[in-house]
């Protein structure tokens, strides 16, 4: 049996339920960041991270990992290209989305589903913008095909997750600039395993005030301080620090 630790809004969880899906794999669902969860996510994950697995007895953690560990495992359906070019180019673009594109989107996400007294920094926007314009260039000079490593990959399960959102928090595609990015976003809409994770989450954030998670304090990873800090808001960060608005993640020791 396969328990899966998981929350709606993580874009880390949602690349892997579609892995999981993707591959017909069963499991049992639990919203790790449920706060009457978090205690049980403890038990198995120091970070008190989503998304985490346990497989008969086999504890994985960190969505990369996870990703990995069903490859290996359930072979059936692969999430990775055969050849050793387009492996390479499935993981770099998974890198990318879970360590440069979710610190910008999350950073600049606070005000549209946090308890918040104040407003966005300001500049982080523009910042935002910046960087995913630069973001957007390389995805579109590097689509081939349909999907981003031709047939569909680990790569696009990566990346709709974080570009799904982008319309909402104010950094859109342009489709005149970058057509075939907008059609690669259109067609991974239009199939069904990505439009399931998209309904799931429109479902989740329909109504924000019943979300059962942590919504004052923000749970910061070392990727999004270092965008945030690189971008200058170091003020704005040690604030929060100071004002005692910052949750931190365990110690990632193996369970």
Not at 1 to 9: D, R, S
Not at 158 to 168: G, I
Not at 179 to 207: I, Q
Request: glycine content about 8%; some cysteine; proline content about 5%.
């Amino acid at each position: 049996m396969l328990t899966f630790y998981e929350n709606a809004f993580s874009p880390f969880a949602r690349k892997v339920r579609m892995v999981l899906e993707h591959k017909g794999i069963e499991y049992e669902a639990i919203d790790g960041l449920s706060l009457g969860n978090r205690d049980q996510l403890l038990g198995v994950n120091g970070r008190v991270e989503v998304p985490t697995i346990v497989h008969d007895g086999v504890v994985v953690v960190n969505s990369a990992d996870i990703v990995a560990y069903l490859e290996r495992v359930f072979p059936e359906r692969p999430v990775f290209p055969a050849d050793h070019a387009g492996w390479v180019k499935a993981r770099a673009w998974e890198r990318c989305a879970d360590s440069t594109i979710d610190p910008i989107l999350i950073d600049i996400s606070y005000w549209t589903w946090a308890i918040r007294n104040d407003q966005r920094p300001q500049g982080l926007l523009d910042a935002a913008r910046a960087d995913m314009d630069t973001i957007y260039e390389a995805l579109e000079a590097a689509l081939e095909g349909d999907f981003v490593c031709g047939e569909v990959s680990v790569a696009d399960m990566a990346l709709f997750p974080h570009l799904s959102a982008t319309k909402l928090l104010g950094v859109p595609i342009d489709g005149a600039r970058f057509p075939k990015l907008l059609g690669w976003y259109k067609r991974c809409r239009a199939d069904a395993l990505f439009a399931g994770d998209l309904s799931r989450t429109k479902e989740y954030l329909s109504d924000p005030s019943a979300l059962d998670v942590e919504r004052k304090k923000i749970f910061w990873r070392g990727d999004r301080i270092e965008w945030v800090l690189a971008r200058g808001h170091h003020e704005w960060f040690m604030r929060e620090i100071e004002e005692d608005r910052v949750l931190w993640p365990g110690l990632g020791i193996p369970s």
